[in-house]
């Protein structure tokens, strides 16, 4: 019998296995509890060999960057460094928590998770943010090992991480924190971090799979004791040796036991990561990097090599200080046109076009510095809400300080995705913000993940919307 039938399309068969790929990949993140309502792709977001090697190699300059501004941070209340440092960085802050930080038993500790913010734009990569109490540890190791494990894969791209990068990372910063052997694990959400109690009950689970003693739990669930914290287990209870703190320390006050957790981590009877430190999750630092009077501070403690290459990728910043300058003085850098500044007021005459290079955040210990929340892009407001803006920060200066950043626009991607409400495969032009994962073990930094999140070209700002896409990143 003769066979009239054409022969297979490829055109015709790749939606198809897009389509299954999606399905299946929704699913698995729908079973692990971690996805929301964003857009599922077929694919991991594919880059070249050299991008990501970049990318690999800026885990060690941002640890260095934090090594160096912690250390920039007690020269300057020990009147080494000039006294300006500090108080910019203990601004708005309660002394209670300053004198926390400034103990001698603290002075050595860094963040065990280093996540910047990067877009892609036509000159090349630009970390616009720093974090080192990360969301989306679970939803990206969800994803990798989703897409790890997805049927119909084709070609030899390679997974940043594999699927257990983000899980064998966490765990491995983790242990490394403490002397102990197998120790309790209690990784504690705050209610106002409730969004991402089921990511992180998922990394849990993933790791008590593996036979760790790890646990999800809120603060109030922690038992305290002269001799530690404890959590319970079943009928008993056992003691914390590693509390890692999923909550941010501007809602210390709202978080039940804090005083005891801080009591705990200076008895040494718990390691506690990230560290309370405060004036290491401040935006401002990008500030105090490009400032001039500290280049050559900088440069001899990372090094020129590593200088260099965060002076390209950390966006020129200012704090918004209301302090007056004399007459002859300028803002280090700050140009509106053609024009040096020399206060703010000039800032707040800008054209439309003139304020497009610029954005305003929170530094940080504010609700408004985390989820883009207090971020406004120039060229979003019209000319008198820019005013505005800047005359309320400067009013907020000595409760929270705000910076000023060079904006740099992403330069366009592709990628497709799968309609929520018609389930065809399509394909957005949009921006794209990828966050790596580096986990830091004893002096190791490793990249463990990459999460892509791509938002249509109308969006001025990159986070995970309903319009956007998330996915993990693979070389091609």
């Known amino acids: 019998m003769t066979n009239n039938n054409p022969p297979p399309n490829d055109n015709m068969i790749r939606p198809t296995k897009d389509k299954e790929r999606c399905r299946y990949i929704k699913d698995r993140l729908i079973k692990d509890g971690v996805y929301i309502n964003w857009n599922i792709s077929p694919e991991p977001f594919l880059m070249d060999k050299k991008e990501l090697a970049f990318i690999e190699s800026l885990g060690s300059c941002f640890y260095l960057f934090y090594g160096a501004s912690n250390k920039l941070y007690y020269e300057s209340i020990q009147g080494r460094q000039p006294g300006w440092i500090a108080e910019y960085l203990d601004q708005g802050k309660p002394q209670s928590l300053i004198d926390y930080a400034r103990m001698n038993r603290m002075k050595d500790l860094l963040p065990g998770i280093i996540r910047p913010d990067i877009i892609l734009t036509k000159d090349g990569m630009v970390a ?4 080192s109490v990360p969301g989306g540890l679970g939803i990206t190791g969800s994803l990798s090992r989703a897409y790890s494990s997805t049927p119909l894969m084709e070609g030899d791209n390679k997974l940043v991480g594999k699927g257990e990068g983000m899980i064998e990372g966490f765990l491995n910063m983790l242990t490394s924190s403490t002397q102990r052997p197998d120790p309790v694990i209690a990784i504690v959400v705050s209610e106002e971090s409730r969004d991402y109690r089921s990511e992180m009950a998922w990394l849990a689970g993933t790791l008590r799979e593996t036979g760790v003693n790890v646990s999800t739990i809120k603060p109030e669930d922690i038992i305290f004791t002269e001799e530690g914290l404890y959590l319970k287990s079943g009928e008993s209870r056992c003691k914390i040796d590693v509390l890692y703190r999923f909550f941010e320390l501007f809602d210390l006050k709202n978080i039940p036991k804090a005083e005891l957790i801080m009591y705990s981590a200076k008895k040494d009877q718990v390691s506690v990561t990230p560290p309370l430190k405060p004036f290491l999750e401040e935006k401002m630092l990008y500030a105090l990097f490009h400032h001039p009077v500290l280049r050559e501070y900088l440069m001899t403690a990372l090094g020129e090599k590593v200088f260099s290459v ?6 020129l910043t200012w704090i918004l200080d209301p302090a007056e300058l004399p007459p002859y003085g300028i803002i280090p850098g700050l140009k509106v046109g053609n024009q040096p500044v020399a206060c703010w007021a000039e800032l707040k005459q800008a054209t439309q076009s003139e304020r497009k290079g610029f954005v305003i955040k929170p530094s940080g210990f504010s609700e408004l510095a985390w989820g883009s929340r207090g971020v406004v892009v120039g060229h979003d407001v019209s000319k008198k809400e820019w005013g505005g803006v800047i005359d309320r920060t400067l009013e907020d200066f000595y409760r929270t300080p705000h910076i000023l950043q060079k904006y740099h626009k992403g330069r366009h991607v592709e990628v497709n995705y799968i309609d929520r409400s018609t389930g065809d495969i399509r394909t ?12 830091v073990s004893g002096e190791d930094v490793k990249l463990a993940g990459i999460l892509a999140t791509i938002c249509p070209l109308d969006k001025k700002l990159i986070h995970g919307m309903t319009d956007s896409v998330m996915t993990v990143v693979a070389s091609s």
Do not use: A, Q, W
């Open 428 to 439: 957005m032009k949009g921006r794209v913000r990828l966050c790596p994962y580096y986990f």
């Open 128 to 131: 616009t943010e720093l974090d």
């Open 310 to 315: 965060l002076h390209k990728i950390l966006p």
